[in-house]
């Protein structure tokens, strides 16, 4: 069933997958107010002050400070450590169903989603139009469902997903986090950590898909939206095309970033899609392969089980 408007969007993958690019498109295209990483604002925007996408410090922000309450503010420790608590499947689950052996789990998580619903609640207040999280965390998504309860709206479910050679590849160069004021550094990863976050990644994605079966997911390849030039097949009120890209600005889109790629502040003059230079890959790569196959499996399933075309209303539409 087609949506007649989404109000959420709400992008799932792992890190270093392009998601922040698809993110500043979606913005692009739908009118929508870019958050990046919500999951982080407790953290990364209230206790450390990171540089929101605006381009201005979060406590400057006018856009977060008007969303921001005072109590969110006192307590934003307390509601990361929930946040990092609940980030972890074991304890998520064991608070949704177990709660007669995990009551105080059961608890944290019933105050951890008060919270959220009325963090959600002051961002709808705040923007005009749709939003999109890009917080990725396939578990946060239940949680910001729970919070959401009936009133979770047309939430669709951007799934990307890059190629799992060239995230392994990413993962093991550590990049600086320039929003961060103390420039902190990115993780990086050896080969089998990262074929490991990969492969769970993955596999969360899909679980995500099966366990929301009544929403609407899409799923996007982050390589052929690079090999089609930024060409991306929309169903604008249940007619498919495709739309192009071309050239995304950062002033073109109401960008509030909250955590993001590190390039990100050096997307101002433009950030265009293009297909990457063609490199071949080592014997060592090709053999990374092998421990890859279970998740190149079950993006496969994710892939088949997604829609292949992004929904939007044509009131929302803009074009680029």
Not at 84 to 107: C, E, H, Q, S
Not at 129 to 142: E, F, Q, V
Request: charged share 20%; glycine share 6%; hydrophobic share 40%.
């Amino acid at each position: 069933m087609e949506p007649a408007v989404t109000s959420r969007y709400f992008i799932l993958g792992a890190s270093r997958s392009g998601s922040s690019i698809v993110e500043l498109a979606l913005a692009d295209l739908t009118s929508a107010t870019a958050l990046g990483e919500v999951r982080w604002v407790y953290k990364r925007g209230i206790q450390d002050n990171d540089i929101c996408g605006c381009g201005q410090d979060f406590a400057d922000c006018d856009f977060w400070q008007g969303t921001i309450t005072e109590d969110v503010r006192e307590n934003a420790k307390d509601l990361d450590h929930l946040r990092a608590t609940f980030d972890n499947p074991l304890k998520l689950f064991a608070a949704k169903y177990g709660a007669v052996i995990a009551p105080r789990l059961a608890k944290d998580y019933s105050a951890y989603t008060a919270e959220l619903r009325r963090l959600y609640a002051s961002i709808d207040a705040a923007c005009d139009g749709p939003i999109i999280d890009n917080s990725k965390r396939p578990y946060y998504s239940i949680a910001v469902a729970d919070a959401l309860c009936t009133d979770v709206g047309n939430l669709v479910f951007v799934h990307v997903v890059r190629n799992s050679i060239d995230v392994v590849r990413s993962w093991a160069n550590s990049k600086v986090r320039e929003e961060s004021q103390s420039k902190e550094m990115m993780p990086s990863y050896c080969a089998a950590k990262a074929i490991v976050f990969w492969t769970i990644y993955v596999f969360s994605q899909l679980l995500i898909r099966l366990y929301f079966l009544r929403k609407s997911h899409f799923y996007l390849s982050f390589d052929d939206l690079k090999a089609a030039s930024g060409q991306l097949s929309v169903s604008i009120d249940g007619v498919t095309q495709d739309v192009a890209l071309g050239e995304m600005y950062l002033d073109k889109v109401d960008y509030h970033s909250v955590s993001g790629n590190p390039d990100r502040s050096r997307w101002a003059g433009g950030v265009s899609v293009r297909p990457s230079k063609a490199r071949s890959k080592t014997i060592k790569e090709w053999i990374w392969y092998i421990p890859l196959s279970p998740a190149l499996l079950a993006n496969a399933v994710l892939k088949a089980l997604c829609r292949s075309s992004l929904p939007i209303s044509s009131g929302a539409s803009q074009g680029s």
